[in-house]
């Protein structure tokens, strides 16, 4: 199994910056690539960014696009959001997300952190 255990959340004026880690342990060496998720209150799991351990594969969903980057460090099992330009609509507990699928679908993540939260004040 593999454990996965996020960092970096905290309270941000709009147009600010924070950057998430999450940190992997236990059995990394089936996991393919990583990803970030977020939920709001009231609102569905979303998708927001993912990257292969290499960092040869990534993808992100269109309203972070521009503002948001993902990167890994596979020497370090850890991964990494770069959140800048935020907004409140980016309020959310963001969570870590691991797969051992040669992929970087979303329905391909089975492995979860317990979530960090991010706050973005207008």
């Known amino acids: 199994q593999v454990q996965l255990v996020e960092s970096g959340g905290g309270l941000v004026q709009a147009g600010g910056s924070l950057r998430l880690s999450c940190a992997a342990s236990?059995?990394?060496?089936?996991?393919?690539?990583m990803g970030w998720f977020r939920q709001a209150p009231g609102q569905e799991r979303e998708f927001v960014a993912a990257?292969?351990?290499?960092?040869?594969?990534?993808k992100y969903v269109d309203s972070v696009k521009g503002r948001f980057t993902i990167s890994s460090d596979s020497a370090k099992k850890t991964v990494y959001l770069q959140m800048n330009s935020l907004k409140p609509e980016d309020t959310a507990v963001y969570y870590c997300?691991?797969?051992?699928?040669?992929?970087?679908?979303?329905?391909?993540?089975?492995?979860w952190g317990p979530g960090t939260q991010v706050t973005v004040s207008s």
């Open positions: 997300a691991a797969t051992t699928s040669l992929g970087l679908e979303p329905g391909q993540f089975g492995s």
């Open positions: 990257i292969s351990w290499s960092g040869s594969r990534s």
């Open positions: 236990g059995r990394t060496f089936s996991v393919y690539g």
